[in-house]
């Protein structure tokens, strides 16, 4: 089992910038993956960054150039920075963890954290 918790969510006015942080506890003697997700209000979940044991990255389209996620394997701990931020960005953030070294961008993580809210004014 691996726990996760977020952390870092916030108030910021638009194009300010947070950086969101996950610190995973339990079993994260083996490798694991991780990810971003996010849930605005009437939407469903979407994938934003993933990122593989090893350090390979992805991040869906519409945050490619502002969003940067990256981890500390030695912290147990990811980091999801955003920069420029705008209204469209706000909704609760998740992190997400799956064993193995791979990168995932489907919703078919073993693991999520609680969430953090994220609100991005105008």
């Known amino acids: 089992q691996v726990q996760l918790v977020e952390s870092g969510g916030g108030l910021v006015q638009a194009g300010g910038s947070l950086r969101l942080a996950c610190a995973a506890s339990?079993?994260?003697?083996?490798?694991?993956?991780m990810g971003w997700f996010r849930q605005a209000p009437g939407k469903e979940r979407e994938f934003v960054c993933a990122?593989?044991?090893?350090?390979?990255?992805y991040c869906t389209d519409s945050v490619k150039g502002r969003f940067t996620i990256s981890r500390d394997n030695g912290a147990n701990t990811g980091y999801l920075q955003m920069a420029n931020l705008t209204p469209e960005d706000t909704a609760v953030y998740y992190c997400?963890?799956?064993?193995?070294?791979?990168?995932?961008?489907?919703?078919?993580?073993?693991?999520w954290g609680q969430g953090t809210q994220v609100t991005v004014s105008s």
């Open positions: 990122m593989s044991w090893s350090g390979g990255t």
């Open positions: 997400a963890a799956h064993s193995g070294r791979g990168l995932n961008v489907s919703p078919r993580y073993e693991y």
């Open positions: 339990g079993r994260t003697s083996s490798p694991y993956g």
